[in-house]
């Protein structure tokens, strides 16, 4: 007699990283309050936006996102900067929000994501002229400042009236983000330059290190995680059609790059002649398949924000609507390894990541939901971010 011995099992396995899966559009939202969107945050299920005023937003149903509230005020408007963080002394949930048509920095209690209550605000023409993005550390907020050319740190202890406490002069400054416990890092349109500022516990601040460089034309983001990757900041820039730029900012005084991408092809001959000769194809060549290459990433052109979530970074491309998932678990060779063409995407400002109930979905394999603010069209856009989920049945002993 012959035994059959059949084992069946299942594996069930996340594809993470690979080019599998994909990234797709699952629901939008309309409302007046995103016209004009120029950032937005989430903490857990909430994304908040700000552009002329704070709207909150339910995300834990993905496919139904919820308007919470809507705040308006005379001093919120052309809101661009947005923080989220936890007030020093109790830990409440917090936002800064700067806004360059007001001159304005404003500190927001959204403990409850319900019922956005107004804490602190300070206006001024011209310490905070056009004021663009804000960090906060504890209990000090630093502000970018483009019509002053400067970074300003303000003690905000007291939130109901934050005290100005020291500004620095640099080529320029358009946005910035917390580079460590001490540091800061700023980018500069105008001046292409990237700065390392540090500061005292006191607010103090001193230019240490910066690069110049044509990468860093135009509008320019910066994406700093102190914990994931201690030694790099990404930056994403106008140049050449749209530029992805890995800096080593390991040395503050030194920051150097180490990889750059851009969506411009690098032409063995000029456009015109090209396209004369009927060689389109050579124009708009992408190099996603070919591995990695430094020229030719159609999906990050127009980069205008980015958002990271472990080894991904999500890059949203404003001319086409794109979104580019770009791996960079080896920093020194980001890859692009999924892509998303979606029309409801172009004009999209900014971009960032969202918890939700996982319940809400049924599809297995959902990586992430992603929200952008499209501010010409007043609407918020949720994808998902899928792996494929392979079930691998076998097999007979
Ligand atoms: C968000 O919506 C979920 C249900 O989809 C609900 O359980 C939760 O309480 C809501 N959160 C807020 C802050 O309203
Ligand atoms: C980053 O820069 C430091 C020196 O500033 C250097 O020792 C290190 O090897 C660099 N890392 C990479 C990945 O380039």
Not at 77 to 87: A, K, N
Not at 225 to 242: C, R
Request: proline fraction near 4%; include cysteine; charge should be negative.
């Amino acid at each position: 007699m012959q035994i059959k011995l059949v084992l069946v099992f299942t594996a069930v396995l996340f594809q993470l990283g690979n080019a599998h899966g994909g990234v797709h559009v699952i629901s939008e939202l309309t409302d007046p309050a995103f016209l004009l969107a120029g950032a937005v945050v989430a903490e857990d299920a909430v994304v908040y936006i700000a552009g002329n005023g704070v709207a909150a937003v339910n995300v834990s149903n993905p496919t139904q996102p919820e308007l919470l509230v809507s705040l308006r005020h005379p001093l919120l408007f052309g809101c661009g900067g947005l923080h989220i963080y936890r007030s020093a002394d109790e830990g409440n949930l917090r936002l800064a929000v700067t806004c360059s048509s007001t001159d304005t920095l404003m500190l927001i209690d959204v403990e409850n994501p319900r019922e956005l209550k107004v804490l602190g605000t300070i206006s001024d023409f011209v310490v905070l002229s056009r004021a663009a993005d804000v960090v906060v550390k504890g209990n000090l907020a630093f502000v970018a400042v483009p019509g002053a050319a400067s970074v300003v740190s303000f003690d905000i202890t007291s939130e109901a009236s934050p005290v100005h406490l020291s500004s620095i002069k640099l080529s320029g400054a358009d946005s910035v983000s917390l580079l460590d416990d001490a540091h800061l890092v700023v980018a500069s349109e105008r001046g292409r330059r990237v700065s390392t500022l540090s500061f005292s516990p006191h607010g103090v601040l001193f230019k240490i290190g910066s690069i110049k460089d044509e990468r860093f034309d135009g509008v320019i983001s910066i994406l700093k995680h102190g914990t994931l990757y201690l030694d790099f900041t990404f930056v994403i820039s106008a140049a050449n059609g749209g530029t992805f730029a890995v800096l080593n900012t390991t040395s503050q005084s030194r920051p150097s790059i180490v990889t750059a991408m851009q969506a411009s092809v690098r032409l063995a001959r000029p456009a015109a002649t090209l396209k004369n000769e009927g060689k389109y194809d050579e124009l708009g060549v992408s190099y996603i398949d070919a591995g990695w290459a430094p020229y030719g990433h159609k999906s990050i052109l127009g980069a205008t924000g980015m958002v990271l979530i472990e080894n991904l970074i999500y890059i949203v491309g404003n001319t086409a609507g794109t979104i580019s998932v770009m791996d960079v678990s080896d920093p020194s060779k980001p890859r692009i390894i999924r892509e998303l063409n979606d029309a409801r995407l172009i004009g999209a400002a900014n971009i960032c990541a969202a918890n939700y109930d996982q319940e809400s979905i049924s599809l297995d394999g959902v990586l992430q939901i992603l929200v952008a603010a499209v501010p010409s069209t007043g609407k918020l856009v949720l994808l998902k971010d899928t792996v494929e989920r392979l079930s691998i049945q076998s097999a007979e002993l």
